[in-house]
Structures are given as C-alpha cells and as structure tokens.
C-alpha cells in the first residue's frame, strides 16, 4: 500500500533582457535535463504525484540554470518549488535563482 501522498509543483520565471518577466513551464527544462530528471520536470507546472520533491529541492539552483538554455536574452531565471507531503498539508514553498551570463 502507497504511505502516503506526497505531491509537488514547479514555477518557472525568467528575467528578459529588459527586465520584464517570461513564464517558463517546466516542461520546457525537462528537454534540457538528463532523462531522469526530465521525467520528473516534464509536466510538473501542474501538481504532480511523486516523492522527488526533497530531491528536487537540494538541487534547485542546477533545476534554475535549466532554464537559461530557453531563450538566449534571459538575464536570469527563479525557479519556486511547492511540495505537500499530503494532499491537505500547507505548502513549502522553496526558491533558487539562476544567473544567465553569456
């Protein structure tokens, strides 16, 4: 039997070159990341069912410079992770900033 329900979700927002926002769906970094990681990425701008947000959390900022591949004008790209470890717990809201330098 299943332990329990733990559910995550990923907002991605890039900083463009004039400094105006530009949401990124996650989906996006998963075309990018190696295909374990992109398996978990994929979708996951919707709540999805899986134990990987710990994971994900330790390594938000390499999950942030994903995304500086997207566009080639992105000055920089914060990526916010929420996780619930049941479906009615409060979300824990984790963020990490990614510098695009070229």
Known sequence: MFAH???YRLRVI????????RYIAATELAARASADL??????SERWHHAPVGPALRRHLS????LGCGVASDLR???VTLEERRTLD?????TQARA????
Request: with cysteine; net charge neutral; glycine share 16%.
């Open 5 to 7: 329900s733990s559910t």
């Open 14 to 21: 890039g900083e463009g070159a004039r400094g105006e926002p």
């Open 38 to 43: 992109g398996t978990f990425l994929a979708g």
């Open 62 to 65: 390499q999950v942030a410079a």
């Open 76 to 78: 920089s790209v914060e």
């Open 89 to 93: 717990a409060p979300v824990l809201r």
């Open 99 to 102: 510098s695009c330098t070229k």
